[in-house]
C-alpha cells in the first residue's frame, strides 16, 4: 500500500493534488478550507477482521499499518430499541467490550484517529508530533506513539489530566505539557500552535488532518456495512464537530460507492449545557461562532461532566466544515444537562450492559429526548455513536499508571518563554 491509492482535493476549488505526506491545506490558496481524501477504491472492500482499523485501509489515507488497533463495532440494540419504541436502533461502539469483540485499550473512538493519523506518511521522521486534547485524543495518541516509537508532544489542561490513564507505563518518546488549572481546551490549543511554529515539532492538524476525519469516519462504515443500508439519522456528541464532518464525508463515499443507498443522514449532534458554542451559532443561523467571552467559557466548562466537548474554536466556519455539513446533510444540534447525561449512562447501563463516556451519555441523552418527543420516526433507520465505553470495568482489571506534566505554563504565557522551555526536551540528533 502506497500513497498511491488516493488523492487529495479541495473542497474549495476542487483543486485535485498529491498528498506530499503531511499536507493539511491546499498549496497558494488564500481563503482557508477544509481537503479531502480522494480514494481510487470509489467502492469499500473490506479487509480481515484481524487487520482491525485497517480492514477499511480502501478508505484510509495511510501507507501502513501499525500494531495494536481495533475497528469499531454495530450491533442492533434490544433493550435501548425497545424502551424507546425504536424498531431500528443499531449501536456503533468504540471502547473495551471483549464480549462484542472490541477491546480499544483507551476505550475511545479517538483510537480510529490515532491509528489512522500515525499510519499516513510522515516526512517529519527526526520531528515531533503535536497534538492538544481535553483528554481521550491525547490518551490515544499517547497509546499508540508509545507502544509504535513515534515521538510525540501532548498538551492538556492540567484539570484533565486524569483521563490520562494507561495500562502499563508509556515509553520516554511520549511527553505531556499543560496548562494550568482553571484552562481549558482553547488554552491548550495555544500551547500546541505555539510549540508547532518551532523546528523540531510539526503538529497533528486536527480537524485539516484527512487521515483523523477518515479515521473516524470508519465508524459509519461499521455501521453501514452492518446493517447495509445508510442509516437515516446519526447520533453523536460534538466538542469540535470533526467526528459529524467525518460522518458526511463517509456518506458521501458510500452513496458514490452505489451499494448502500443514495441518501444523507440527518446529523443529530450534540453539546453539553451549558457549554454549547456550536449550537448557538447554529440556531442563530451564523456560519461564524458568536461572540464568547473566554472567562464565561472557561466556568462553562468547568460545569459540564462531559469535559472532553469543550471546543471553543471548532472547525465549525471553514469551508468543508461543520456548518457545511449540516446544511448539506440536515439534522439539528441539540442539549443535554449533566443529570440527563448521567441517566442516560445508567439506562444504557441496565439495557445495553456497559459503562460509557459522559460525552457518549450525551449523544444517548439526545436520542431519548428525541424519541419521547416524537421527533424521529419509530421505524428510522438510526445509528447512535458511542464514542467511549467500557472505562470502568477495563480500570477493575488492571493496574493503572497516569502520565504526568514534564512542564505546566500559566494561561497565556509568554511565547518566547514557551519555546525556550520546549528546546531540545527530545533531545534530537
Request: proline share 4%; charged share 25%; aromatic share 8%.
Amino acid at each position: 500500500m502506497g500513497k498511491t491509492h488516493y488523492k487529495l482535493r479541495s473542497i474549495l476549488s476542487n483543486e485535485i493534488f498529491e498528498d506530499k505526506g503531511w499536507m493539511l491545506d491546499t498549496p497558494n490558496q488564500q481563503t482557508p478550507s477544509l481537503i479531502r481524501a480522494e480514494y481510487e477504491q470509489k467502492q469499500l472492500h473490506l479487509k480481515d477482521e484481524d487487520l482491525g482499523i485497517y480492514k477499511f485501509s480502501d478508505w484510509l489515507p495511510i501507507c501502513k499499518t501499525l500494531k495494536g488497533s481495533s475497528a469499531p463495532i454495530t450491533y442492533k440494540s434490544e433493550g435501548l430499541a425497545k424502551e424507546l419504541g425504536l424498531s431500528n436502533l443499531y449501536i456503533t461502539f468504540s471502547g473495551y467490550w471483549p464480549e462484542k469483540g472490541i477491546q480499544m485499550k483507551t476505550c475511545s473512538f479517538k483510537e480510529t484517529e490515532a491509528y489512522t493519523v500515525c499510519a499516513r506518511m510522515n516526512p517529519h521522521k527526526d520531528k515531533v508530533l503535536v497534538v492538544a486534547s481535553a483528554g481521550n485524543t491525547a490518551r490515544a495518541f499517547a497509546q499508540v506513539c508509545s507502544d509504535n516509537h513515534i515521538q510525540l508532544l501532548l498538551c492538556v489542561p492540567e484539570d484533565n489530566l486524569d483521563a490520562l490513564w494507561f495500562d502499563a507505563p508509556l515509553n520516554n518518546c511520549v511527553k505531556l505539557i499543560s496548562s494550568r488549572s482553571g484552562s481549558d481546551y482553547f488554552d491548550a490549543i495555544h500551547l500546541s500552535n505555539i510549540a508547532a511554529g518551532m523546528d523540531e515539532y510539526y503538529p497533528e492538524g486536527g480537524a485539516k488532518n484527512v487521515a483523523r476525519r477518515d479515521g473516524m469516519g470508519t465508524t459509519i462504515l461499521s455501521a453501514t456495512t452492518f446493517i447495509g443500508r445508510i442509516p437515516d439519522y446519526y447520533f453523536q456528541a460534538i466538542g469540535s464537530g470533526t467526528g459529524a464532518i467525518a460522518a458526511w464525508e463517509a456518506n458521501l463515499r458510500l452513496i458514490e460507492d452505489g451499494r448502500f443507498g443514495n441518501h444523507k443522514m440527518k446529523l443529530m449532534v450534540s453539546q453539553n449545557a451549558p457549554f454549547t458554542p456550536i449550537h448557538d451559532a447554529w440556531k442563530a443561523d451564523s456560519r461564524a461562532m458568536l461572540p464568547l467571552d473566554d472567562d464565561l467559557a472557561r466556568k462553562q466548562v468547568e460545569e459540564i461532566e462531559a469535559k472532553v466537548l469543550s471546543n471553543r474554536k471548532p472547525p465549525y466556519p471553514i469551508i468543508g466544515g461543520l456548518y457545511d455539513a449540516m446544511k448539506d446533510a440536515g439534522g439539528d444540534i441539540l442539549l443535554a444537562t449533566n443529570e440527563e447525561g448521567r441517566n442516560a449512562a445508567k439506562l444504557f447501563q441496565e439495557l445495553e450492559g456497559n459503562d460509557i463516556h459522559p460525552a457518549a451519555a450525551i449523544a444517548v441523552a439526545t436520542l431519548i429526548n428525541s424519541a419521547k418527543n416524537n421527533e424521529i420516526e419509530k421505524d428510522a433507520v438510526i445509528m447512535l455513536n458511542i464514542t467511549g465505553g467500557g472505562e470502568e470495568r477495563f480500570k477493575a482489571e488492571r493496574d493503572l499508571f497516569y502520565l504526568k506534566p514534564v512542564l505546566v505554563f500559566d494561561i497565556n504565557p509568554d511565547e518566547l518563554a514557551v519555546k525556550k522551555a520546549l528546546e531540545g526536551l527530545f533531545k534530537l540528533k
